[in-house]
Nanobody, 112 residues
């Protein structure tokens, strides 16, 4: 059974940074791109970018360039998203996904 489990969400102050984790199991981690997608309250899903865990190559949506980093640890089958310079508009549920399968998401709230 494929599982993607996000963690690391919570309350973060504006201007801060966060690291989200995506623990993957049930499939060959190095054979699937891991995408990060978020959904802000009342908004559509927003694709942030993706990583190829096998060789570490990434692609980042233009809206997040310079503020987000995608990494992956193939020894633990875990993908990471680092997001900096957080704003209230970054409040959202963040998901990792292979596109075929999705995690349940982790809520990030940016507020003072």
């Amino acid at each position: 059974e494929v599982q993607l489990v996000e963690s690391g969400g919570g309350l973060v102050q504006p201007g801060g940074s966060l690291r989200l984790s995506c623990a993957a199991s049930g499939f060959t981690f190095t054979r699937e791109y891991i995408h990060w997608v978020r959904q802000s309250p009342g908004q559509r899903l927003e694709w942030m970018g993706r990583i190829n865990p096998e060789e570490g190559g990434t692609k980042t949506a233009r809206n997040f360039q310079g503020r987000v980093t995608f990494t992956a640890d193939t020894s633990t089958n875990t993908a990471y998203l680092d997001l900096s310079a957080l704003k209230s508009e970054d409040t959202a549920v963040y998901y990792c996904t292979t596109i075929h399968d999705w995690g349940k998401g982790t809520l990030v709230t940016v507020s003072s």
